[in-house]
C-alpha cells in the first residue's frame, strides 16, 4: 500500500502562512490524483485542494488565490501552500492519493493547523 506521512502543520496568526508537506513512500504522482482535504471543528471533512495525475491543480473557492498545491516528484512529496490564512481555515489537514482507475485510495495521518491570534 502506498503511505502518506503530512507534516508542517502548527499553530499561525490570521494573516500568516504555512507550508504543509505530503510524502508519499513511493513514486504515484502519474496514476494518483493527490488531494488535500480538511476537517475543521464540528464540521464535515472538505475537499481543499487536487493536482492531477498530469498536475493540474484546482481548489475550492475559499482559498483560491490564497493557496498553492505542487509537487516534487523527485522527493514523492506534495505540498499545500497557505498564505493570507484565516481563523476558518483552522481544521486537521489531510493528504490523500486516489488512483485514477480507482484501484487504490490513501490517506495520511493528518496535521493540525489552528489560525488564532
Known amino acids: 500500500q502506498v503511505q502518506l506521512v503530512e507534516s508542517g502543520g502548527g499553530l499561525v496568526q490570521p494573516g500568516g502562512s504555512l507550508r504543509l508537506s505530503c510524502v508519499a513512500s513511493?513514486?504515484?504522482?502519474?496514476?494518483?490524483?493527490m488531494s488535500w482535504y480538511r476537517r475543521a471543528p464540528a464540521k464535515r471533512r472538505e475537499l481543499v485542494a487536487i493536482?492531477?495525475?498530469?498536475?493540474?491543480?484546482n481548489y475550492i473557492d475559499s482559498v483560491k488565490g490564497r493557496f498553492t498545491i505542487s509537487r516534487d516528484s523527485a522527493t514523492n512529496t506534495v505540498y499545500l501552500q497557505m498564505n493570507s490564512l484565516k481563523p476558518e481555515d483552522t481544521a486537521v489537514y489531510f493528504c490523500?492519493?486516489?488512483?485514477?482507475?480507482?484501484?487504490?485510495?490513501?490517506w495520511g495521518q493528518g496535521t493540525q493547523v489552528t489560525v488564532s491570534s
Open positions: 490523500n492519493a486516489r488512483e485514477s482507475r480507482g484501484t487504490g485510495d490513501y
Open positions: 513511493e513514486n504515484i504522482f502519474n496514476s494518483h490524483v
Open positions: 493536482i492531477t495525475g498530469r498536475g493540474t491543480p
